[in-house]
Nanobody
């Protein structure tokens, strides 16, 4: 399995930037994709951004043009650069990793989440 640890969250004023990091540890065969999700109380967790091992990325419409996901080739470190932050970006952000374990079985791991608060 993969253990994920997020960092870089905090309190920031609207219009400013933050960069979240997600560090993966553990021995696996491959990490095929890493995602950032976010969740606010009372709402479903939503996909914010994804990057695959092939370098493809996708974003939620609400963050396109403002957020950028990036990572190293092995996807054991992934970043989410968040620019022009808005109060509606306030949420707990979670890192998610999907891939294959050494035995060939799939894994789907989550970090513990990190708070991002954007003040108006």
């Amino acid at each position: 399995q993969v253990q994920l640890v997020e960092s870089g969250g905090g309190l920031v004023q609207a219009g400013r930037s933050l960069r979240l990091s997600c560090a993966a540890s553990g021995i696996v065969f491959s990490i095929n994709a890493m995602d950032w999700y976010r969740q606010v109380p009372g709402k479903q967790r939503e996909l914010v951004a994804e990057i695959t091992s092939g370098g493809s990325t996708k974003y939620a419409d609400s963050v396109k043009g403002r957020f950028t996901i990036s990572g190293n080739n092995a996807l054991n470190t992934v970043y989410l650069q968040m620019n022009s932050l808005k109060p509606e970006d306030t949420a707990v952000y979670f890192c998610n990793a999907r891939g294959l374990q050494l035995g060939g079985t799939r894994f789907d791991s989550w970090g513990q989440g990190i708070q991002v608060t954007v003040s108006s």
